[in-house]
Each structure stands twice: as structure tokens, then as C-alpha cells.
């Protein structure tokens, strides 16, 4: 059975979270869906009085999330990379990074938007030139390039500065998933992971791809699934860095 550095901590946490929703969701379940699942507005109350229970699995599915998260590396594996370790230590550093912000978000939403948004970009930018040397080994040169040009287009996509609501994200998330998947550091959990948010990331509320009508109930809990997937990012993030302690040689 494998353990994790912080495997137990992880766990009372990701618990204590699924219980907290558990017990105030039969009281006060406006407020909790706010959190649970942020559809902007929360449209839940749509679905007929029983819609509190559609929060129960996905904060379940949350608290698996947040284990995920912070359990970190697995411990008694290979050697650890050391801190800096060159360009894969420093991709763990924004990696988790990234991980923190979305998280501070997700819980504590700023009242400066701008600062939060332009703090994200700092960050995935960040993510997106280091992916480009950590993956030399198994991507090409001119796939690595090009997810880079399309991870800094979809960054000002995000900042205004480009097309919003286009799928160039995913010209620069494909890529790197397989080249995770050709790298031995990173696990097929992992990738999967990923590839499954990329998937549920091109379905959300956002996309032009889907277009639901608030009266069809339907469409309201396949817009509530596809935010809750939304926790998978996190999860992809934070595990290809545990992952990345590992040197290529010895995965």
C-alpha cells in the first residue's frame, strides 16, 4: 500500500471538509452551494427541493480532490529531485503555485478581480514555459514550441486580449498530456486525470459548446457535473508535480 508525505493530514482534511458540507447542507444550503459548486448565478434551487443532495457527491468528489492535493510525493520511491532541480523543480514550484491560487479562489474569492486574474496568468504562463524544456524528451521540438505560442495565446484569451470562449487552451493542454504519457515520471492516473478535466473544460457553462435552457433539468445537473469536474484541474496539477520528484532514469 503505497504512503504519501502528508497522506494522513490530507486525508482528516478532505473528511472534514465532506462532513462540514454534510452537516450544514441540510440547514443552510444556499450558502454552501456558493462554495460547493460556484455556477455563477446558482441555479440549483431550479431543480425542485431535493437539489441540496446534488451537492452531497460533489463535495465527496471534492474531498477527493483536496487528498489528492495535499497528500504529496509517495513516499520510499525513487530519489527526489533536488530543490531547485533545474527546470522540473521549478515547474513543481508553479505547478503548486497554480494548485494554491485556484484553491485561495475557490474558497476565499477576492474582491480585487483584476488582481486575482492577472496573478493567475503570471502563474500559468509560468506553467506553460516550463512544460516547454521539462518535456524535451518526449516531444518534439516543434510540438513543444507550438503548445508554448498556443498556452500564451489562451492566457491573453484569458486576460482579454484574444477570442474568450475558444478551445486554443486545449491546443496547448493536449500536447502536453501526451507528452506526460510518453514520460515514465508521470503515471497514467495522472494523464487521465487531465485528459478528463481537458474534456469536461470544453463542455463547461462558459464554452460555446454547450447551451443549455434553464427550464430543462437535465441540462442544469450536466452543468453542475461539468463544474464539479472542474476540481480534476487541481488534481492534474498538483499530482504531475508529486510525480515530478522522480528523475526520468529511475521512474
Request: hydrophobic share 55%; no cysteine; glycine share 10%.
Amino acid at each position: 500500500m503505497r504512503r504519501y508525505r502528508f497522506g494522513r493530514i490530507a486525508a482528516l482534511v478532505a473528511v472534514a471538509y465532506v462532513a462540514g458540507v454534510g452537516m450544514v447542507v441540510s440547514a443552510d444550503w444556499i450558502t454552501v452551494a456558493g462554495v460547493v459548486v460556484p455556477v455563477e448565478p446558482p441555479h440549483l434551487m431550479e431543480l425542485g427541493p431535493w437539489a441540496r443532495w446534488v451537492l452531497l457527491p460533489v463535495a465527496v468528489l471534492q474531498g477527493w480532490a483536496l487528498w489528492q492535493v495535499l497528500r504529496g510525493p509517495v513516499l520510499g520511491g525513487a530519489a527526489r529531485v533536488g530543490w531547485p532541480g533545474g527546470a522540473a523543480g521549478w515547474l513543481r514550484v508553479a505547478l503548486y503555485a497554480s494548485v494554491a491560487h485556484t484553491l485561495l479562489l475557490h474558497l476565499w474569492p477576492p474582491d480585487d478581480a483584476e488582481w486575482a486574474t492577472w496573478s493567475g496568468a503570471l502563474v500559468r504562463l509560468a506553467v506553460v514555459g516550463l512544460y516547454v524544456p521539462v518535456l524535451a524528451a518526449s516531444l518534439p521540438r516543434w510540438v513543444r514550441l507550438g503548445a508554448f505560442v498556443a498556452g500564451i495565446a489562451a492566457v491573453a484569451a484569458d486576460l482579454g486580449y484574444g477570442p474568450g470562449d475558444t478551445p486554443i487552451w486545449l491546443l496547448w493542454a493536449v500536447p502536453v498530456l501526451v507528452g506526460q504519457a510518453r514520460d515514465p515520471r508521470w503515471s497514467r492516473g495522472t494523464v487521465w486525470t487531465g485528459a478528463i478535466f481537458a474534456a469536461a473544460w470544453l463542455l463547461r457553462p462558459t464554452s460555446f459548446a454547450i447551451r443549455f435552457p434553464r427550464e430543462l433539468d437535465p441540462g442544469l445537473l450536466f452543468e453542475v457535473a461539468v463544474v464539479a469536474l472542474g476540481a480534476l484541474g487541481a488534481v492534474w496539477e498538483a499530482r504531475s508535480a508529486h510525480e515530478l520528484t522522480r528523475p526520468p532514469e529511475t521512474a
